[in-house]
């Protein structure tokens, strides 16, 4: 599954600036270095602490779909960021890029996310003092 | 009769034909009179404490042997400290968080390339540099990942909400994480005598008021980690703090660490805090479940690193999970 995934998506190699990371555990099972970008439609969001989740499901081209999950921070920072709850209901078509798993399971941090209707939602937004 | 009477007369009239319910006639030869002065709120008196440079700060800690010594010098130099009422208590009121820029450093600033501003004793040097090497092979592995608080000074460093809410006798320093709220009693208790402390993840705090400062000793501490690729804290740590609303929008605190097994010197850092521009009244601190997702749940694995158990929306998930969810401690890994 790890290698059919792969080939699946596009997989860019992205160095990225000095961000806070997951806060409460380590990001190492992330690939900070790398890019994983999907096309879907939302299933669930999760708005839970320590950690969301935005479950996207994205259809490979046989038809098949797989669940991705995309791991920001908690409702209030995500609140910060300008995301709420209603942004994501289900079905909402997006593209969504994060750091992908080094396993390879379909799992990322999310860092961005375009709406089809050209809104962009960035989680780590959230943690700016302004 | 002046012009302008002639003309108020006037229009008072057409008011009382047009049976206006307010009809009232001016008086001769009215002049506004002046507002009543509205009185000076009651302030809290002068702080006594000057205000010092980061260099003079580092010096103070350097000149006193403990934490408790230099919280003694302070209540020296503060004439004991203030008597507050609610009337004159600091209005440290709103939402704030850690800037962002500050990252996960306990020093706020750390220059770039530099490991810890922290003076280490040899041993804890050497558990700081592997943490470090092991990030750079991924392997990290934090112990608030179970869920436990992340325990003071380490409290100090975390990048969500915070409410600050200072009464005359005690003083509430909230961090949203885990709903982890500091207690700082400034009714003048001393601590929990020695021989009856427990370790606690926040410590025993007890303070006083210098005017508009809150001067905080903090002992009975558990050891830990100052924050992910940072040093060591042991069970001997105390801090001493000074909080102080900078700007109407900045809470400052100097911190003083002692910890003599971790530390060659006091080390000394300047935290501080930006209140959130909150327009819609959006920002709320709710309940921090930080259980309740069982997609964040994560282990250690043999090598020390982190990995997650599973996830509900993989069908494939699970084969990462250990035979036994409880890892064994890393090395290096703090006493929590």
Known sequence: MTRRL???????????????????????????????????????????????????DVKDKSGKVVTWGFEAEGPSTLRRAGIKPSDFTPGTKLKITGNPMKDGRPAAIWVTAVRADGREFNPRAGFAVK | MTRRTRLALAAAALCCVAGAAACTPPQQQAA????????????????????????????????????????????????????????????????????AEKNFTFDPDLPAGVLTTAKLTPAYQKRLEKRVADVKRGIEWDPISTCAPPGHPRWLTEPFLREFVPTPNQTWLINEMVNDIRRVYTDGREHTPEADRIPLYDGDSIGFWDGDKLVIHTNALMAGIYQRSNPDYTEKVETVEIWRKTDPNTMSVDVW???????????????????????????????????????????????????????????????????????APAPDAPKQ
């Not at chain 1, 990371?21 to 299933?43: N, R």
């Not at chain 2, 600091?90 to 704030?96: H, L, M, R, T």
Request: glycine share 8%; aromatic share 10%.
């Open chain 1, 6 to 56: 792969a080939a699946l998506f596009t997989l860019g190699l992205v160095a990225l600036g000095a961000v806070p990371g997951l806060a409460h555990h380590s990001a190492a099972m992330f690939d900070e270095k790398k890019t994983v970008t999907v096309e879907g439609v939302v299933k669930e969001f999760q708005l839970t602490n320590p950690h969301s989740w935005l479950l996207v």
């Open chain 2, 257 to 327: 660490v002692y910890d003599p097994p971790a530390l060659a010197e006091p080390w000394y850092v300047r935290q501080v805090y930006g209140k959130l521009s909150d327009p819609d009244k959006a920002l709320r601190i709710g309940y921090w479940n930080c259980a309740e997702n069982q997609n964040n749940s994560v282990f250690q694995t043999p090598d020390g690193t982190t990995q997650f158990k599973g996830f509900t929306f993989d069908p494939n998930a699970g084969s990462a999970a250990p035979a036994t969810p409880a890892a």
């Open chain 2, 32 to 99: 506004p009179a002046p507002a009543p002065a509205a009185p000076e709120p009651p302030k809290a008196p002068a702080s006594k404490i000057p205000n010092r440079s980061k260099d003079q700060n580092v010096e103070l800690g350097r000149k006193h042997k403990t934490a408790w010594e230099l919280y003694q010098a302070l209540k020296l130099e503060a004439g004991g400290g203030s008597s507050l009422t609610p009337a004159t208590m600091p209005d440290w009121s709103g939402v704030y968080s850690r800037p």
